[in-house]
């Protein structure tokens, strides 16, 4: 029974006919999905457990040793407590705060550097065991035994830098306790979302805190927030139009030059 024998270039064809085929599909499946809510306004994101989230892990860190407490039980005061009634800061999983998130950066960096070298290398045979003539008739041309090579080279690199980058963002944001270490420090995480028109902001605050760092009108600022995790952007038309197309993004990727 004969067999069809398929040139390589074409199996080739077939491969990367069915690579493209495969990346059409995957970005396809998106552009359908933004295809059906053309005219709509952004769905906002359900409320859910975060914990229940595929992608969610439970963090793991080094703890040390556990600690034995100590009771009083003819105390009226409280370890760890700020009012003899009753702490209003967040302590359990479940329990609600406020991240302060106060950022005003600003950096400037400038270098220059400027390298030069000149190299000068001469050497002469002027005797060589009495063979210096016999020179002329191996090399093609007449010689100088008195310089014999000489060479000359000279580098000069020079490179410049600089850096100016400022940034301010202000935000109050609600986190939630979803872990409470065994040491004591507590895993927050937050989001928030709000929409306007047919653009959706998002705020995400994500880290891990001690229950020291919790102020009485219990907020922590962002800057005691071990493993920070805050992200400020949004979705939306004004978005689709600041983000580049696809094919831009993969002749950005592909292109060597």
């Known amino acids: 029974m004969a067999r069809l024998k398929i040139p390589s270039s074409l199996r080739h064809t077939a491969v ?33 457990n975060p914990t229940q989230s595929p992608d969610y892990r439970p963090i793991s860190m080094p703890m040390p040793a556990p600690q034995v407490a100590e009771s009083n039980p003819n105390s009226l005061w ?13 302590s359990q999983v479940g329990d609600i705060l406020t991240v302060m998130i106060e950022i005003d950066d600003k950096a400037e960096l400038a270098n220059t550097t ?3 070298r000149t190299n000068s290398e001469d050497l002469a045979v002027p005797n060589f065991f009495g063979l210096e003539a016999e020179l002329t008739g191996v090399l093609p041309e007449a010689i100088n035994p008195a310089n014999l090579f000489d060479m000359n080279s000279a580098n000069s690199n020079r490179g410049s830098g600089s850096l ?42 994500a880290g891990v805190i001690r229950a020291a760092d919790i102020t009485s009108a219990n907020t922590v600022p962002y800057e005691k927030i071990a493993e920070a995790r805050i992200s400020y952007g949004g979705r939306g038309t004004i978005s689709d139009v600041q983000q580049p197309r696809y094919g831009s993004e993969v002749m950005d990727i592909v292109l060597p030059f």
């Open 114 to 116: 400027e390298r030069s």
């Open 164 to 205: 100016d980058r400022e940034e301010a963002i202000n935000l109050k944001v609600a986190a939630i306790v979803i872990q409470v270490l065994p040491n004591g420090n507590y895993v927050i995480h937050g989001r928030q979302e709000i929409r306007v028109n047919a653009e959706v902001r998002e705020v995400q605050v």
């Open 78 to 90: 409280r370890s760890g407590a700020r009012s003899f009634f009753k702490d209003q800061r967040a």
């Open 16 to 48: 990367l006919v069915a690579l493209i085929g495969a990346t059409t599909l995957l970005s396809g499946c998106n552009a359908m999905k933004r295809l059906s809510e053309v005219g709509e306004a952004p769905k906002l994101s359900g409320i859910d």
